[in-house]
């Protein structure tokens, strides 16, 4: 996958723009026309910090500016590891006037995913805060510099925040203070828009990098173009009628693709609405900002659902204004979502999504049964789904199988693994998303459970390959296996299951390891149970279904 080959043959690809579905407008030049047709209104809310359409065009300009003063170019990759606030919109926006990919870490990432992304990307810079949960991202900064700076892709650091004594390390106000060519806003030739004016040239590109929840060693890479992520975007925001009135509050991480893009920030910025960022996801910070700003729309993981619910029942918030409770990332239990409706007073829409492309959600006028048992349909009416058995034949609706999909915002191959790629989608082009679902007539789509190695624990999600790997490296264990379990709040939480040449470590001198490692904090496993050997299963390989039943057992 290099950024001009996307994929998707030349046929679908001039049949998604005939329909409209792919616009030719990347997404420099729609915050351009965003400006135009909505100026005045609020785009933007952090905390006592606001920007209107035009500020937001103008900060873009400012930023893209700054960034190329640092040498970024069109085309260039940004690793963006920033906590929910308004900086992160302003870089990504910076970055998209000027062409340049931002490649979306999380704010837990450490230095062995962060590392991995910049090499994997070739990033020529990274953007971080200063600190953030008791986290010194500059220390990781500098970690990261050792290993990909000179001679390596990387050379520029921006820290929002304070930048620290390190040399060369840029702050982001200095970045954006830098004086425009024209004052006040950049002539369109002034700086590089990607196929601002030219009717389409540069929409086909990638725009950014995604990160995919993995299943292998490493996390894979996920090129998402203009025209894809923009249609995304849109499907999205139609389903949940956005316009102009809506307030979207972002309060899981905005670097993730459900609070970015279905609908999320970019939904609501092309429909004209305002995005405010709250700066944690507990229900009293949002509720309080629901109540100041008026929030009518906002996105949660299942786990977030019962605080809400709890919070809510205290009587003392006016969730008036709240209208839509999306919920997605991992299966909402069906009684969360019957409860979650009446206790905020709002309409709950499941959403089951994937960095890689395909969005169901529930829709607004589905009967409560829908809403409440199912993980709703495909937001495209050219969302393909297969739901197939081992053999890859298709089975009769309602049958258990695996979902498999293409379309127009569906990826055709991760960035740079060709290998994976391989086993990754079938021949005519369909991701293998590995999850395990059944399909009612209606469309509607239940997850029943998945077949790829990867546990969810309540949206964020460790696969299972890459901590084994890790575990491996501590002194004392020789065989590790990482199994999900039943888990009452996060729905699945994770267990490893070690032989030890000696004596067992347990759970926390085994995070201390892996954190040692450079491995992010919520990849360690939530217990350690020490066993004499692994089982196996008839073709050799580990029973982790087994291993699992041994907790059950008194
Ligand atoms: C069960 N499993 C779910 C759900 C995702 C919107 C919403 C979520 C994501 C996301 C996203 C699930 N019930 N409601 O990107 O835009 C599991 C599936 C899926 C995987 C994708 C979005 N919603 N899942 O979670 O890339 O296993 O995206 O394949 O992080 O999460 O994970 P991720």
């Known amino acids: 996958m290099t950024e001009k080959q996307n994929g998707w043959s030349e046929v679908e690809s001039a049949r998604y723009r005939a329909i409209g579905h792919w616009q030719g407008v990347t997404f420099g030049a729609r915050l351009r026309q965003a400006s135009t047709d909505h100026g005045d209104r609020v785009a933007l809310v952090d905390r006592d910090r606001r920007w209107t359409y035009t500020d937001l065009d103008t900060e873009a300009d400012r930023v893209a500016h700054g960034l190329r003063g640092l040498g970024i170019e069109r085309g260039d990759r940004v690793v963006v590891q920033l906590p929910n606030c308004a900086e992160f919109v302003l870089v990504w926006f910076g970055l998209q006037r000027l062409g340049a990919v931002p490649v979306h870490a999380m704010p837990g990432h450490r230095r062995r995913e962060v590392g991995h992304l ?5 990033a020529v810079a990274c953007v971080v805060p200063d600190r953030h949960a008791r986290f010194d991202h500059r220390e990781l ?37 830098a004086p425009l060519p024209v004052p006040g806003r950049t002539a369109p030739d002034a700086l590089p828009a990607p196929g601002a004016d030219d009717g389409g040239a540069g929409s086909a590109d990638v725009a950014l990098l995604l990160l995919s929840g993995g299943t292998t060693g490493l996390p894979k890479l996920i ?26 509050l972002a309060v899981l991480p905005v670097g993730f693709n459900f609070a970015f893009a279905c609908p999320g920030v970019l939904g609501t910025l092309m429909a004209g609405g305002t995005v405010v960022i709250a700066p944690d996801p507990s229900p009293q910070t949002a509720f309080a900002l629901v109540e100041w700003e008026g929030v009518t729309l906002t996105s949660l993981t299942p786990p977030l659902v019962t605080h809400w619910v709890d ?3 205290s009587g003392s918030w006016d969730l008036g204004s709240l209208s839509v409770v999306q919920v997605g990332g991992a299966r909402l239990p069906e009684e969360h979502a019957r409860k979650l409706g009446p206790a905020l007073g709002v309409t709950v829409q ?14 607004l006028d589905d009967p409560e049964d829908l809403v409440c048992a199912t993980q709703g349909r495909p937001v495209s009416p050219d969302d393909e789904i297969l739901v197939v058995d081992t053999d890859g034949r298709p089975v009769p609706d309602g049958t258990a199988g695996e979902l498999l999909t293409r379309g127009p915002y569906t990826l055709r191959g991760y960035y740079r693994a060709d290998e994976h790629n391989r086993t990754a989608f079938t021949p005519d082009g369909y991701y293998r998303t590995g999850d395990v679902v059944r399909r009612l007539p209606t469309g509607h789509l239940v997850v029943v459970g998945r077949i790829k190695d990867q546990i969810n624990r309540g949206g964020e999600k460790v696969a299972a390959v890459e901590v084994e790997e890790q575990l491996l490296t501590h002194p004392a264990i020789t065989a590790a296996a990482l199994v999900g379990v039943p888990d009452e709040r996060r729905g699945e939480r994770t267990v490893a299951f070690v032989v030890c040449d000696g004596e067992a470590p347990g759970a926390r001198e085994v995070a201390a390891h892996l954190r040692e490692r450079g491995l992010a904090g919520y990849k360690s496993p939530d217990e350690v149970v020490r066993v004499a050997g692994l089982p196996l299963t008839a073709v050799g390989k580990v029973d982790k279904a087994a291993l699992a039943r041994t907790l059950l057992r008194p």
């Open 118 to 122: 910049v090499r994997v990307s070739g």
């Open 141 to 177: 900064m500098r970690e990261v510099r050792a290993e990909h700076g000179p001679g390596g892709s990387l050379r520029t650091v921006v820290v929002v925040g304070d930048p620290g004594s390190e040399s060369g390390f840029v702050p982001f106000e200095a970045l954006r203070a």
């Open 223 to 248: 090129p998402r173009t203009h025209d894809d992520y923009a249609y995304n975007a849109r499907a999205c925001a139609e389903v949940c009628a956005l316009d102009e009135r809506t307030v979207y």
């Open 311 to 313: 919070e809510a029942a």
């Open 350 to 363: 499941q959403v089951f999504g994937m960095a890689e492309g395909l969005i169901n959600l529930t829709r």
